[in-house]
């Protein structure tokens, strides 16, 4: 199984200002998530992030408030520009493997966001 | 994708059998049933999955009804460490996009010693 890890694992920052989020595979792969998960809430896919070509976002999210890098197959980056208040959560990277004939995936441990 | 109803929360003794249940009534054919758990402070891990026939692997057993349309997570003997959110996720078989806006509430499981 893959293991991911991120950086930094937790941060304070002041409104109006950028964090960028760096995720970290021990493994090529194809596929990588982001998604974002509100206190007491359940996860929510942001954005899947692919090499060689522009992220795809789902609804709700938009690339001048999340630009998302993925300069090869290890690594990625998730921007969370302009912070507000509101987008005090933990951010999750997550990547996919097929294994006994299906996608599993795979989650790193999250960057925990407080902004004030 | 299809969904998942869970209860909200569940307790269980140590030691002693879990049983979680989740509901899809909606599931199609090509849906495999997939379950994850949170721990606190972590991201979810895999725990198991299956498709029409009951699945056991070191972490749990997957029970799937005949009809599929509920299935059960079962934790044989329950520890401390079980203690999470389980989400309960259909996935499409022919679907390579990740997990999208499926993660549900889930069971937040609580062990007692």
């Known amino acids: 199984s893959a293991v991911i890890s991120q950086k930094p694992s937790r941060d304070i920052c002041q409104r109006g200002t950028s964090l960028t989020i760096q995720c970290q595979v021990d493994?090529?792969?194809?596929?990588m998530f982001w998604y974002r998960q509100q206190p007491g809430q359940s996860l929510t896919l942001i954005a899947t992030a692919n090499q060689g070509s522009e992220a795809t976002y789902e609804s709700g999210f938009v690339i001048d408030k999340f630009p998302i890098s993925r300069p090869n197959l290890t690594f990625s980056t998730l921007t969370v520009s302009n912070m507000s208040p509101e987008d005090s959560s933990i951010y999750l990277c997550?990547?996919?493997?097929?294994?006994?004939?299906?996608?599993?995936?795979?989650f790193g441990p999250g960057t925990r966001l407080l902004v004030l | 994708d299809a969904k998942t109803t869970q209860p909200n929360s569940m307790e269980s003794n140590e030691e002693e059998p879990v049983h979680l249940p989740c509901n899809h009534s909606t599931i199609s054919g090509t849906d495999y049933i997939h379950w994850y758990r949170q721990l606190p402070s972590q991201g979810p891990e895999y725990v198991i999955h299956?498709?029409?026939s009951n699945v056991n692997n070191r972490m749990a057993s997957l029970a799937i009804a005949e009809d599929r349309k509920s299935s059960t997570l079962i934790l044989h003997r329950a520890t401390l460490r079980d203690a999470a959110v389980y989400y309960c996720i259909l996935r499409d078989v022919r679907d390579t996009g990740g997990f999208k806006t499926i993660f549900g509430a889930g069971t937040r499981l609580f062990v007692k010693a």
């Open positions: 299956g498709l029409t």
């Open positions: 997550s990547v996919e493997e097929r294994d006994i004939g299906q996608e599993t995936q795979y």
């Open positions: 493994s090529q792969v194809t596929m």
